[in-house]
């Protein structure tokens, strides 16, 4: 049985920093594409950032570019979201999710993943 576990959210003050982690158990993913999702209350889940098996290609949403990074560990079987220069708009229950097709491209839309974790809160005050 798949399970992805999400850590490191938290309460955190405008432009400070939190690194989330995501493990994966149940089955290797060193083929797939990973990727980080938000879910603010009263919106949609939307994407934040990709990183494909290799981890040569990483994608980012507009509103995350140069703040945020996304990267992987395959012995971990772990993703990651280093969050600097945090924002209140940035406040959201965060998850990881694995696109359960074998591919080299990071896909932006949730019905492209198929694994989810449980979601980790994030809030960032003002």
């Known amino acids: 049985q798949v399970q992805l576990v999400e850590s490191g959210g938290g309460l955190v003050q405008a432009g400070g920093s939190l690194r989330l982690s995501c493990a994966a158990s149940?089955?290797?993913?060193?083929?797939?594409?990973m990727g980080w999702f938000r879910q603010a209350p009263g919106k949609e889940r939307e994407f934040v950032a990709g990183?494909?098996?290799?981890?040569?290609?990483?994608i980012y949403a507009d509103s995350v570019k140069g703040r945020f990074t996304i990267s992987r560990d395959h012995a971990k079987n772990s993703v990651y979201l280093q969050m600097n220069d945090l924002k209140p708009e940035d406040t959201a229950v965060y998850y990881c999710a694995i696109d359960p097709v074998p591919r080299r491209d990071v896909l932006v839309t949730t019905s492209s993943y198929f694994y989810w974790g449980q979601g980790t809160q994030v809030t960032v005050s003002s």
């Open positions: 149940g089955r290797t993913f060193h083929s797939n594409t």
């Open positions: 990183i494909n098996w290799n981890a040569d290609t990483t």
